[in-house]
Structure formats: structure tokens, C-alpha cells
């Protein structure tokens, strides 16, 4: 019985002209994960396997991983149906005039708010936001990657993704309704990890959102949710 490991991007750039790159947070974040999964593990720390999306925060966070954890010789595939549904598109395909910047507390809720009915619509098949999947194809993408990593053999996978895929991927295992992967997603933290038994009876759920390696108060500010 092999083991998944799930885990979402560090703090990318949240209300910046390019969201998808780590910020200075998002990467210390992910170094420090690797360095906690380094120091715990008895005899030595490995992956069989890591898969990411093709997004460069994904892929930063794999990075920083294995820099902390001493990993960049593990092999490492790239899937786009671990990538992330595009926030904005979501909102636009039900709020069409421009937004400002969600650079106030009550932005920042409003941002939220619609991204909330945004996904529902989506996933209701109400709209089809521009440059996206269907909502049934974004799931398959999870869906595969999933598979790929329960049929791969490898007794260690790390998978490093997003919010949606991840949320996505639980609500999956649980078989919890689609609209439980919206809460789910919002309320996973940056590079917090989740774990799954990969059995031939399909993966079960053994741990959810934590994070160990922010625990104390070196880290206490660390914690973070986009």
C-alpha cells in the first residue's frame, strides 16, 4: 500500500500583475517544508515519484521542497490536470465589469464572495468562464493524476498542486457533493499537506490541511491562505 502526499503551493502573489510566481513568503515556506520533512524522517527521507502541474508556483514549490529536503534528483512529471482553475475567468463569467484590486479588507471579501458563486455556477454547468475546462474535464484531470499515482507502483508520491485540485481530489475520496470542494479549497493553507493510503480498495483519507512544519514560534507568522 503506497502513500500520497498532497500538497498545496507556497504563498504565491496574490493582487500582483502576475499571481503565479512564489513570493518571498510563499518561498520559505516551501523550504522550510522540505527541511521539516528532512529532519523527521528515519533513515532518509524519499519520493518514488513527484508530480506537479505545469504552473510555475506549483512548480516553485516543488523546487524549494526539494532544495530543504535534499530531493532534485527525484523524478519529477508535470501533469496540466493538476493546474489550477483561473480565479479570474471564474469571476468574470458572472461579474463581467472590471474589479478593483482586492487590496482592502473588504476588497479582499468581495474578491472572495463572487469567486464562491463563480464556482458553484461553474460547477452547476451554469457558465463556461473563457480559456477554461468544463468542469467535468478539470475533475478528470484530478481524477487521472490521481490514478497515475495509484497505479505507478511507487510506495512514496508527493504531489504538489493548488487548492482546487487538492479540494477537488478529497471531496473525490470522501464522495462529498462537487459544491463541498469550494470550502475545502478556501480554506486550505499555503504548502499545508494532506495524506493518502493508496490500497487496492482505492485511496483513503488519513490526514487533512496540516501543517507540521510551521508548528512553534519561528513560524507562527508563516501561515497563510493565497
Known sequence: MGTLYLVRHGQASFGADDYDQL???????????????????EPELRFDAVLTGTLRRQVQTW???????ALADTPHTRLAG?????????????????LPRPDTPERYRAHFRLLRQGLAAWIRG???????PSYADF?????????????????????VSSGGPIATAVS???QAPPE??????LHYRNTAVSELN?????????????????????????????
Request: proline share 6%.
Open 23 to 41: 513570493s518571498a513568503l510563499g518561498q520559505a515556506q516551501a523550504r522550510r517544508l522540505g527541511e521539516y520533512w528532512r529532519e523527521s524522517q
Open 63 to 69: 523546487q524549494g521542497i526539494a532544495e530543504g529536503a
Open 82 to 98: 493538476l493546474n489550477e482553475y483561473d480565479s479570474h475567468a471564474v469571476i468574470a463569467a458572472i461579474h463581467p465589469e472590471p
Open 126 to 132: 451554469e457558465t463556461a468562464p473563457t480559456g477554461m
Open 139 to 159: 475533475v478528470q484531470g484530478v481524477d487521472d493524476a490521481l490514478a497515475q499515482a495509484r497505479t505507478s507502483g511507487a510506495e512514496r508520491v508527493l504531489l
Open 172 to 174: 473525490r475520496v470522501l
Open 180 to 185: 463541498v470542494s469550494i470550502e475545502l479549497n
Open 198 to 226: 493508496l490500497g487496492r480498495r482505492g485511496p483513503m483519507l488519513v490526514t487533512y490541511n496540516t501543517l507540521p512544519h510551521l508548528v512553534g514560534p519561528a513560524w507562527r507568522d508563516w501561515v497563510s491562505y493565497a
